[in-house]
């Protein structure tokens, strides 16, 4: 079945960077994209960017542009988000997903269970 | 970017009750249109995608529909576990941004 798991909840001071971390397994990496989503305490579901598992290429929202950095191991089926200068409004739920390719749309099918990252000094 | 606007933000209903969420594309994406359930504590779970169609082993009370820049998410006779939190998202084109989501709590 598949499974998206990611690494550990992350405590970080300001200006510091963090890397969380993605393993896939159940199907074939390299054929899918994968995204990158965060949730603010209490707020909505953000979307930051995305990484082609196979070629490697990413696209990254303006807002995270020069902070954040996709990339991807196809050894161990993993992608990571790399996410620098960190500020107080960096805390939250960072998700990984899926994202499928069927009757004509995309969609994230697949979740991970979400690593939160505390910004805090 | 395309930008995407649910309504209501939140809504209180009763079991039983049919539940009508709409969300709004500023620009038409077609049927690029998912929708998702969160609950607290949880990852969202993808529901509907192509404006329309029901994930694999979601209740038939949920539906879908809209294209174009209008489009609805209907609960047909809501049950205790559909109070949650739902999401729209357009993946028309990147950056694939999400409704503000909707809160749908007990009467």
């Known amino acids: 079945q598949v499974q998206l798991v990611q690494s550990g909840a992350e405590v970080k001071k300001p200006g510091a960077s963090v890397k969380v971390s993605c393993r896939a397994s159940?199907?074939?990496?390299?054929?899918?994209?994968l995204h990158w989503v965060r949730q603010a305490p209490g707020q909505g579901l953000e979307w930051m960017g995305m990484?082609?598992?196979?070629?490697?290429?990413?696209t990254y929202t303006q807002e995270f542009r020069g902070r954040v950095t996709m990339t991807r191991d196809t050894s161990t089926s993993t992608v990571y988000m790399e996410l620098s200068s960190l500020r107080s409004e960096d805390t939250a739920l960072y998700y990984c997903?899926?994202?499928?390719?069927?009757?004509?749309?995309?969609?994230?099918?697949?979740w991970g269970q979400g690593t939160l990252v505390t910004v805090s000094s | 970017d395309i930008q995407m606007t649910q309504s209501p933000s939140s809504l209180s209903a009763s079991v039983g009750d049919r539940v009508t969420i709409t969300c709004r594309a500023s620009?038409?994406?077609?049927?690029?249109l998912s929708w998702y359930q969160q609950k607290p504590g949880k990852a969202p779970e993808l529901l509907i995608y192509?404006?329309?169609t029901l994930q694999r082993g979601v209740p038939s009370r949920f539906s879908g529909t809209g294209s174009g820049t209008d489009f609805t998410l209907t609960i047909s006779s809501l049950q205790p576990e559909d109070f949650a939190t739902y999401y729209c998202?357009?993946?028309?084109?990147?950056?694939?941004?999400f409704g503000q989501g909707t809160k749908v709590e007990i009467k």
């Open positions: 990484i082609n598992s196979g070629g490697g290429s990413t």
């Open positions: 998202q357009q993946t028309y084109s990147t950056p694939r941004t």
């Open positions: 620009q038409s994406i077609t049927s690029y």
């Open positions: 159940g199907y074939t990496f390299t054929n899918y994209y």
């Open positions: 997903a899926r994202e499928n390719g069927r009757s004509g749309s995309y969609y994230f099918d697949y």
């Open positions: 192509a404006a329309s």
